[in-house]
């Protein structure tokens, strides 16, 4: 009987510490993004979502772990077709990973794919929130613009025929960027001037990215849950009236001159909607853009090359890159 009173003495201490220490975790996550970009990542080491699946490129050589700046982060990798003379036009490719996680290794197979069709492809790194939130990521895709177009020669490269890539957080940061590299006015307004002419911009190239981070206020559910605590951590506020949340925003910030663009999503991906907003958007603007969006598929189907929807993605790319990059040539 004594050995029970001494168990149940523990137990419910224990239950007390963990009733304490989950009233802490409520309190930091009202406070701060951290607990729930902690959670999200455990989330992601989870799933398979992000990683490239079903093919393997042939006859491609790459370069890895160059400096592009001199952060831990500015890192990025190339991988060119083998034995290519140049100079050949570069897809400059930003990762997903909700600006919170992710890195350069999942779109490299993708990357890979793409050089055998004679592209140079460029995967970089940049840092994540919420230890380096907006807009240090914009920053660092255009520090890497301006390493490539420095060293074009030695990567074989051509600097005049470039074109802006990424899938989730990473669709959003290179969207971003073709919008401030088209519009002085919005290069203003960030305080960046981009490296990149307009007219050397040929055409972006966007899956599942959220293009309109404003809308996230009025998410429910789980995704509102996560799309704003994702924003928060980038953002660096948790009020998306905020007007450096609105000052982030693609659909708002484009123009005319905005680069020839390809869309995908799944319908089954609450960015899409997004997407489809996106899209509508250019063409207002009478912008050249192409869209494959397709229902049943989830976020980043587009590298689950097991899929019929994801190759014919796929195939779109390369026509795709072939028609923007031969007008500049």
């Known amino acids: 009987m004594r050995f029970l009173r001494v168990l149940g003495r523990w137990m419910g201490r224990a239950a007390f510490g963990l009733a ?14 951290r607990p729930g970009v902690a959670l999200i990542n455990w989330l992601f080491s989870l799933t398979d979502t992000g990683e490239v699946k079903g093919m393997e490129a042939t006859g491609v050589v790459g370069r890895t772990g160059l400096a592009y ?25 930003a990762h997903g990973g909700a600006w919170i996680g992710g890195g350069r290794s999942q779109p ?38 301006t390493w490539i177009r420095e060293h074009a ?21 290179a969207a971003q960027y073709a919008a401030l590299v088209t519009s002085a006015d919005y290069a203003d307004l960030l305080g960046i001037e981009p490296p990149l002419e307009a007219d050397h911009l040929v055409g972006t190239m966007l899956h599942c990215g959220p293009y309109d981070p404003p809308t996230a206020m009025h998410s429910t559910g789980f995704g509102g849950w996560f799309v704003r605590t994702v924003g928060w951590a980038y953002l660096g506020t948790k009020d998306f009236t905020d007007p450096r949340v609105r000052e982030s925003s693609v659909v708002d910030h484009a123009t005319a001159a905005y680069p020839p663009t390809l869309l ?46 994801a190759r014919r993605v796929l195939t779109a790319s390369v026509d795709f890159l072939a028609r923007v990059t031969a007008r500049h040539s």
């Open 69 to 93: 700046g001199d952060g831990p982060d500015e890192v990025l990798d190339v991988w060119s077709p083998e034995g290519a003379a140049g100079p050949l036009p570069v897809v400059v490719w």
């Open 264 to 309: 995908s999503g799944g319908d089954e991906d609450p960015l899409t909607a997004q997407g489809r907003v996106f899209a509508a958007r250019l063409a207002e603007l009478g912008v050249e853009h192409e869209t494959h969006f397709h229902p049943g598929l989830n976020h980043e189907f587009q590298f689950d090359l097991t899929r019929p929807e």
């Open 153 to 173: 020669d030695e990567l074989g490269v051509d600097p005049e025929r470039v074109v802006l890539a990424g899938d989730s957080a990473g669709a959003h940061i």
């Open 108 to 145: 490299a197979p993708y990357l890979r794919l793409l050089a055998q069709h004679g592209y140079v492809g460029i995967g970089i790194d940049y840092s994540l929130a919420p230890d380096h939130p907006y807009p240090l990521p914009v920053r660092q895709l255009g520090a890497a613009l």
């Open 20 to 33: 304490a220490l989950l009233g802490a975790v409520l309190v930091w996550a009202r406070v701060s993004p």
